[in-house]
Structure formats: C-alpha cells, structure tokens
C-alpha cells in the first residue's frame, strides 16, 4: 500500500516543480487577439496662415485719370507739391506766357515796316535793362523758396516703420522686407485672357487697369512710414508711384533712399520711369496700403514675423524642451547637490553621460 502512495506524492511534487520553473507569458496585447492594427495618436499641426482678401482698385485714386492734371495725392508730400503746382508754378507760367505772346504782338504791330519806314538807332535803355534783368531774379526767387522747402520735407524723412527694399530686373520687380524676416516677394505684370499660356493667370477687374496689374503687389500697413531703398540688378530702372509722389531711380551697385506714408487703404498703381531695355513698358509697380492687422496677416502668410514676434534663441539651455536640446542627441547639463567625497566640494556642471567607473 505505501507504494502507490508515494508514487502518487512524487508525482505531485514534480507536477509543482515544472509549472514554478516555466517562464511567465507576457500579456497578449487587445490588437494582437482582435487582428485590428495599432491606434496611433495624431499629432495636431499648426494650421498655415490664409492670404489677406485683397482689395480692388479704386476707380480714380491711385492710377492715371482722364483729367489734365497730377493724379490725387495721398501724401501730406503729394499734397505740398500739388499746392505749389497749382497754385504757384502754373500761374507763374500762364502770367509770363501771356505776358510775352501781348510783347511780341505789340512788336509787331507798333514796329512793322510799314509804320517805320526809317527804322530808329535807339540803344542803351537803362530801365528797360533794369527791368529786365530784376524781373526774372524775382521769379526765381518766388519758385526757388517753396521749391526748397519741398525738397527738403521731401529728403528729411521721419523714422521708419517699415522698410521695404526694392530691386528692379529686366523687367519685373522685387520687393524685400528686411525688417519682417527678410522674406521676398516677386511681382510680375498680368497679361490680359487671350495672351496666357499654360497655368498663367489672367488679369481681372479686380486686379488693376491694363498694363498696370500685376500678381504680387508691395503689401505696406496704413499710416507707417515707409522707408523704400532702390537698387538694379542689371540696368538702371526707376521707381515711381505717382500718388504718393515717389520717383526714385534704382541703379545697379547703388542703394538710393526714398519714403512715403499713406493715410488711406487701397490700391496705387506706378511703373517703371526710366528707358530700360525693350519691354521697358510692361514693368508696373501695384502698392496696396492694408490695415495693421491685415498687414501682419499677410506677413505670417508669406512666412515672414512681425518685430517682437521672434521666439528667444535659447530660453532655457537646461530644460529637454529646450532648441539647444532637443533633437539634438545630447543629454542636458546636469547638476547635484552632493559633494564630492573628501573635498566637500560640489561637482562641476556638465553635459556629459554619466560613465561608470572601473
């Protein structure tokens, strides 16, 4: 009888001992029974910032008229220069025109052959030459006092809110924006429906006159002054908006300066102003003046910042979130408050992994 008992205990005893030294099985994942794949986890990306809504041109402001006169100025410049136009030059030039077509009439008339048959020797008139000689120092005088001061508001600019850097190209225009991340745009007249080809877009209403629209215009915030520095790539061009009352020539190895600020939103037209190749005509310039809102928007768009909107280079060198960290493979400075043993002294910061020891 005590046989098969302890047979029947050795058994056991071996059953227990193979089940304790089997490995333990790892958990079956949910996917891995149900055959479904791995959920992943979206990352949310930052979504990319929309174009402004750009403005249609305002029939009669900012592009040529059907009137004889200067175009509508927008510049408290333009409006100076309109007033010394108007109110000066153009009388002055009426008054001494009409004033010299009577003295020719009167020549004729009173010192004809017929009613001279001897002609008179006389000479030396002292105040005839007086006059003649003081009257045109006065006009002078009365065009060269406002004309001075004209030019000098027009070439003492106020400080910049912007700077826009323009280049002129055989034959299209490029504007840079040094103080928004130096980003720059590429502005090229739109040819009219029946002269496209390809993915080129035609010119619409909406965009500008013939010969004057384009696919890029010169974005500027309203009310900032704008500093405009001009240069060439290759001939001398020239740049010049009408209304704003800016002409400035754009030489090749030269930077010149100029300005202009615009009270009102909207859409100004001007072209290239000096002869500079064979399609000298087809090079126009399309500035729109934009709210300070849009202006930003339309910078964020063209992947440029606003001043002040920069990141910091390095907030915290020590922090994983940190740029000088992360994806960078390195392991961040690391730093204890135990001292070394039998100084006392606290070990230097490093950068290093920790290494063990033989």
Not at 117 to 131: A, L, Q
Not at 285 to 300: D, G, L, T, Y
Request: glycine letters at 6%; hydrophobic letters at 45%; charged letters at 15%.
């Amino acid at each position: 009888m005590l046989n098969p008992i302890r047979g029947l205990a050795l058994g056991l005893l071996a059953s227990f001992a193979l089940a304790s030294a089997a490995p333990a099985q790892a958990p079956v994942p949910p996917a891995a029974v149900t055959g479904a794949a791995p959920t992943t986890v979206a990352t949310a990306q930052p979504a990319k910032p929309a174009d402004i809504v750009h403005a249609a041109p305002t029939p009669g402001i900012g592009q040529p008229t059907d009137k004889i006169s200067l175009q509508p100025q927008e510049t408290a410049i333009g409006h100076e220069a309109q007033r010394f136009h108007d109110y000066i030059l153009l009388p002055m030039m009426a008054i001494i025109s009409a004033f010299v077509l009577l003295l020719l009439l009167w020549v004729i008339v009173r010192y004809r052959a017929a009613a001279n048959p001897v002609p008179s020797k006389t000479h030396h008139n002292t105040f005839i030459e007086v006059v003649w000689t003081l009257v045109p120092v006065l006009i002078l005088v009365c065009i060269a006092v406002p004309s001075i001061r004209l030019l000098a508001h027009q070439y003492s600019p106020p400080k910049a809110d912007l700077t826009v850097k323009v280049i002129g190209n055989q034959w299209y225009w490029t504007y840079q924006y040094p103080d928004n991340g130096d980003f720059e745009v590429v502005s090229n007249m739109l040819k009219e429906k029946n002269q496209v080809t390809g993915k080129e877009r035609p010119r619409t209403d909406a965009d500008g006159p013939r010969l004057l629209a384009v696919d890029e215009r010169m974005v500027v915030p309203v009310g900032a002054v704008v500093k405009i520095i001009t240069t060439s790539n290759d001939v001398i061009h020239s740049f010049a908006l009408p209304a704003a009352w800016v002409k400035m020539d754009a030489i090749p190895g030269r930077l010149n300066e100029t300005w202009f600020k615009i009270d009102r939103p909207g859409v100004y037209f001007g072209q290239c102003s000096e002869l500079c190749g064979a399609r000298h005509g087809f090079m126009p310039i399309a500035v729109e003046v934009v709210s300070k809102e849009q202006f930003a928007q339309w910078v964020a768009f063209k992947g440029g910042t606003m001043p002040g909107a920069k990141p910091a280079n390095n907030p915290d060198a020590t922090s994983p979130n940190s740029p000088a960290v992360a994806g960078s493979g390195t392991t961040p400075p690391v730093a204890t408050d135990t001292p070394v043993a039998g100084t006392g002294e606290k070990p230097p910061v490093t950068s290093q992994p920790a290494v063990a020891q033989n």
